[in-house]
């Protein structure tokens, strides 16, 4: 099934009740102003004519909480995307929101408006990190929104950050396992930057905050999202979408960006995957050419970022040459040859040997 076109709206903190230190919605969705439903009329209009037919599309709202705001607030929002719903123009509805702002009148105009998706911004669901990052909600309240959510038959969405205050590669592993439990369509996972004019950034500067490299936030996220594809849960974004103010240099002061950071995190799982292999079958590698094949959308990612996983394993193993060819076959096997070895490496077996190594954390 092909993938949704999406028309984004943007309510940029509007109806936030609170800021949390790594939250500065202007810088990160470049918006400042209040949203009219005149603006969401006009931004729908817009992105229909950039659209193919026959193609789904869903109109999400993004930033800010959605359900923070006034109820005869959202009620105007959400008729319009409601309008174009009942004529057929767009089939999905979706919007954020922080999960201390859920009840049952909330979801009763929700669904009166036919709103299909609804992702709650948790964050972490360590009750130190939540507190440190003056997030301002509970675990329980966490809780409580998901089994409403799912109650009134709309389809959830779990957001996670990692490398918040007080957090670490356990705390964030022990979140994602909690999210697999809750049983999400969907999750997003963020490793926190350090944006612009916001706390986090002040306590940067006072070296009271340390973010994460590139390299441990996508070490943590390897783990992440393997968990999560071993549940078939649809991890639908690994990084922050950058922006013309979301750039290195620009708004994002510090933290692990990288503009294709989903693409670090997977190119990583196949370059830990081929890695172990090697090591514990013993291979005899040096001045050997290693010849890959798997199915042509795992290409690159076996590949690397301008092919660094082709040459860390030519270092470390000594090899000759590395080709990689595409061929017809399961995604979740490769097919390797080493001179006269022949191979196949079980992707989902890997990983749930991997991911045994964490399982046990508690």
Same mark, same amino acid.
């Given at each position: ?69 006034? #109820? ?29 702002? #859920?009840?049952?009148?909330? *979801? ?65 592993? *022990? ?54 594809? *071993? ?39 196949? +370059? ?30 076996? @590949?690397?970022?301008? @092919? ?38 079980? *992707?989902?077996?890997?990983?749930? +040997? ?9």
């Amino acid at each position: 099934m092909s993938k949704p076109y999406i028309i984004p709206i943007f309510v940029p903190h509007y109806g936030c009740p609170h800021d949390c230190i790594f939250c500065n919605q202007k810088k990160i969705t470049n918006v400042s102003t209040t949203t009219t439903p005149g603006d969401v009329e006009n931004i729908i209009e817009e992105y229909l004519t950039y659209f193919w037919k026959d193609r789904v599309v869903e109109v999400a709202f993004y930033g800010g909480s959605f359900t923070a705001i006034d #109820i005869e607030v959202q009620s105007r929002l959400l008729e319009v995307p409601y309008r174009y719903k009942e004529n057929g123009i767009i089939q999905e509805i979706r919007l954020s929101t922080r999960p201390d702002t #859920i009840n049952h009148k909330i *979801l009763e105009n929700l669904k009166k408006y036919k709103v299909d998706t609804i992702e709650l911004g948790v964050q972490s669901l360590d009750l130190d990190v939540l507190e440190a990052s003056d997030r301002g909600h509970s675990v329980e309240d966490v809780y409580g929104s998901v089994k409403l959510i799912k109650e009134y038959g709309f389809n959830l969405g779990l957001q996670m950050m990692v490398g918040l205050p007080g957090d670490n590669k356990k705390k964030s592993i *022990l979140t994602a396992m909690d999210f697999i439990k809750m049983s999400p369509d969907i999750v997003r996972i963020y490793p926190t930057l350090v944006i612009k004019d916001t706390y986090l950034a002040t306590l940067y500067e006072k070296k009271e905050y340390k973010p994460l490299t590139v390299e441990e936030a996508v070490d943590i996220c390897t783990i992440l999202l393997i968990l999560f594809y *071993l549940e078939n849960i649809n991890v639908i974004r690994v990084g922050l979408q950058p922006t013309d103010n979301i750039q290195m240099g620009m708004d994002v002061v510090s933290g692990p960006f990288h503009p294709a950071f989903r693409q670090l995190v997977e190119a990583n799982i196949y +370059k830990v995957a081929l890695e172990e292999y090697i090591i514990n079958n013993g291979y005899d590698t040096n001045g050997k050419t290693l010849i890959i094949t798997a199915n042509s959308s795992m290409i690159s990612s076996i @590949s690397g970022q301008k @092919s660094a996983n082709i040459n860390y394993l030519k270092e470390k193993f000594g090899f000759n040459k590395i080709k990689i060819y595409s061929d017809v076959m399961n995604k979740d096997k490769i097919t390797f040859s080493i001179d006269e070895v022949i191979d196949t490496l079980d *992707l989902k077996l890997w990983m749930k +040997k991997y991911i045994a190594n964490f399982q046990g954390i508690n």
